[in-house]
Nanobody
Framework: QVQLVESGGGLVQAGGSLRLSCAAS????????MGWYRQVPGKQRELVALITRAGITDYAASVRGRFTISSDDAMNTVYLQMNSLKPEDTAIYYC????????WGQGTQVTVSS
């Protein structure tokens, strides 16, 4: 079992920055991949960024160059640095861990005002 707790969301003006954190606990040594997803009402949850235990990263095209995902060596904390935020980045952001069983955090709201 893996437990995930996100933090760092909030309200920011367009062009601003936020850093999200995801703290993992439990059987963290079984985690292979961690990622950030986001969801707005009425739409499917979408991948924002992911990082593997080997440090390989991938990003959605809409955030590439603006967002950076990183983790500590033990992969018990994953970060999402979000720069140059846009109103369309407004969503609930969820942390996901794959062991390969899938675990989700409770989500954190990010609101970007124009």
């Amino acid at each position: 079992q893996v437990q995930l707790v996100e933090s760092g969301g909030g309200l920011v003006q367009a062009g601003g920055s936020l850093r999200l954190s995801c703290a993992a606990s439990g059987n963290i040594f079984s985690i292979n991949v961690m990622g950030w997803y986001r969801q707005v009402p009425g739409k499917q949850r979408e991948l924002v960024a992911l990082i593997t235990r080997a440090g390989i990263t991938d990003y959605a095209a809409s955030v590439r160059g603006r967002f950076t995902i990183s983790s500590d060596d033990a992969m018990n904390t994953v970060y999402l640095q979000m720069n140059s935020l846009k109103p369309e980045d407004t969503a609930i952001y969820y942390c996901r861990a794959a062991t390969p069983s899938v675990y989700w955090g409770q989500g954190t709201q990010v609101t970007v005002s124009s």
